[in-house]
């Protein structure tokens, strides 16, 4: 991952000029139609190649756009999220950079992370989740998307919230999510994970680190 984390954060705040939508859930055909989100890391590029297949694929444009769009900004989010993790020390990364389930080890246990705006189907308040967080965690895995990263295993969530009700934007706050991060790794200990049993049988080792703004 050589990219520099201010330019991705640039590239990222550029979407949010644009409204948030998906028009579908996310599906294998339309994901097939954006592949190209993982390749472009600048903003501009990617208005140009979302035209072009909009063209060739004739496909409603503002469909494609907001799909494509939505897509491309939470990968590279996503990208960011773990440089920081992986530039912390005691943290190593995955060597096999196809393996869904596991992003990096934290002090020698394995992990995946997931950053999710704090969701509104949760019918909670953002105050009752920080002081329930195991109730949390647990209706995040159970609600999560059935599409390719799909799993039960350890996963460090992190939430954002914004008090405007924005909280999408806040994923493009990459140096607010590295203080979080590195603040939250900084205190911790094995002991503050909480512990779950899904229907495979495994345990599962999961926490979230709040970033609120």
């Not at 494609?64 to 990208?79: G, T």
């Not at 979080?180 to 080792?205: C, N, W």
């Amino acid at each position: 991952m050589n990219f520099s984390l201010q330019n991705i954060e640039k590239e990222l705040k550029r979407r949010h000029q644009y409204s948030y939508k998906w028009f579908r859930k996310q599906n294998d055909q339309w994901d097939r139609y954006t592949q190209f989100i993982y390749q472009i890391s600048n903003w501009e590029a990617l208005i140009r190649k979302i035209a072009i297949v909009a063209d060739t694929q004739e496909l409603d444009k503002q469909q494609i756009f907001q799909y494509a769009a939505n897509r491309w900004y939470n990968f590279w989010s996503a990208q960011a999220v773990e440089k920081i993790f992986t530039e912390i020390d005691g943290i190593e990364p995955i060597v096999e950079i196809k393996d869904s389930e596991k992003d990096f080890y934290l002090f020698g246990i394995p992990f995946d992370h997931k950053t999710s705006v704090f969701p509104k189907q949760f019918n909670k308040t953002f105050e009752y989740a920080q002081n329930h967080k195991a109730e949390l965690i647990e209706w995040l895995y159970k609600n999560q998307s059935t599409q390719k990263r799909y799993h039960l295993k350890n996963r460090l969530f992190i939430v954002v919230y914004e008090k405007n009700g924005e909280h999408w934007k806040l994923k493009a706050e990459i140096e607010l999510l590295k203080k979080a991060i590195q603040k939250y790794i900084a205190g911790f200990r094995r002991e503050q994970l909480h512990s779950f049993t899904f229907a495979d049988g495994q345990t599962t080792l999961s926490d979230i680190i709040w970033v609120s703004k």
